[in-house]
Nanobody, 122 residues
Framework: VQLQASGGGLVQAGGTLRLSCAAS????????MGWYRQAPGKERESVAT???????NYADSVKGRFTISRDNAKNTVYLQMDTLKLEDTAVYYC?????????????????WGQGTQVTVSS
């Protein structure tokens, strides 16, 4: 499975960006998709996730500003980022959690995109 993220860039505070992440290869069954970010000197953190059933979860810092969505037919997940703040500056990584099974046992695997830089300027 390969993930290709795109859409990052430089934007002024208050602006918008839309990230996309498309999966290709032998994808199998998707358990969830998500976006994570890592700012310089900080640990990677979860930004937003969406399950196969459509349930979403957001970090408190982005609630009301970011929206995660997906296109199942295209195996693509999006992150609409509105009202961007300086503290949103980070490298954003997409994640697909995929499961396979052997008999009655499920196996879960995480796949990561290459990361896309988002820089918010004042």
């Amino acid at each position: 499975v390969q993930l290709q993220a795109s859409g990052g860039g430089l934007v002024q505070a208050g602006g918008t960006l839309r990230l996309s992440c498309a999966a290709s290869g032998s994808i199998g069954n998707i358990n969830s998709m998500g976006w994570y970010r890592q700012a310089p000197g900080k640990e990677r953190e979860s930004v937003a996730t969406i399950t196969s059933g459509g349930m979403t979860n957001y970090a408190d810092s982005v609630k009301g500003r970011f929206t995660i969505s997906r296109d199942n037919a295209k195996n693509t997940v999006y992150l609409q980022m509105d009202t961007l703040k300086l503290e949103d500056t980070a490298v954003y990584y997409c994640n697909f959690n995929i499961w396979t099974h052997k008999g009655w046992t499920r196996y879960f695997y995480d796949y990561w995109g290459q990361g896309t830089q988002v820089t918010v300027s004042s």
